[in-house]
């Protein structure tokens, strides 16, 4: 089992920037690939980016390429967010899936964090 938790969400105004954390334990010896989705109020979650393990590819969402980056070590994964825009309000979540291929379907993860708020203010 793969346990997940994220850290660093928080309020900040349009322009500017914040840095999500997600701490990895748990049975992490088998490799995964790692994505982070969002959900806003009344909207499905939707992919934001994802990462091979050994972090030789990465994929973003066309709304927040350019603006966010998404990087891990061994225990840590993070969301670099910058240019935030109010329309990036949401949860956000970091994800695992037992398996190497990334892939931009939530439902093709099996772990999961709580989730941490992200609020833009315009």
């Known amino acids: 089992q793969v346990h997940l938790g994220e850290t660093g969400g928080g309020l900040v105004q349009a322009g500017g920037s914040l840095r999500l954390s997600c701490a990895i334990s748990g049975r992490t010896i088998i490799p995964h690939a790692m994505g982070w989705f969002r959900q806003a109020p009344g909207k499905e979650r939707e992919f934001v980016a994802a990462m091979t393990w050994s972090g030789d590819r990465t994929l973003y969402a066309d709304s927040v390429k350019g603006r966010f980056t998404i990087s891990k070590d061994s225990n840590t994964m993070w969301l670099q967010m910058t240019s935030l825009k109010p329309e990036d309000t949401a949860v956000y979540y970091c994800?695992?899936?037992?398996?190497?291929?990334?892939?931009?379907?939530?439902?093709?993860?099996?772990?999961w964090g709580q989730g941490t708020q992200v609020t833009v203010s315009s």
């Open positions: 994800a695992a899936r037992n398996s190497m291929t990334v892939v931009t379907s939530h439902n093709d993860y099996h772990h």
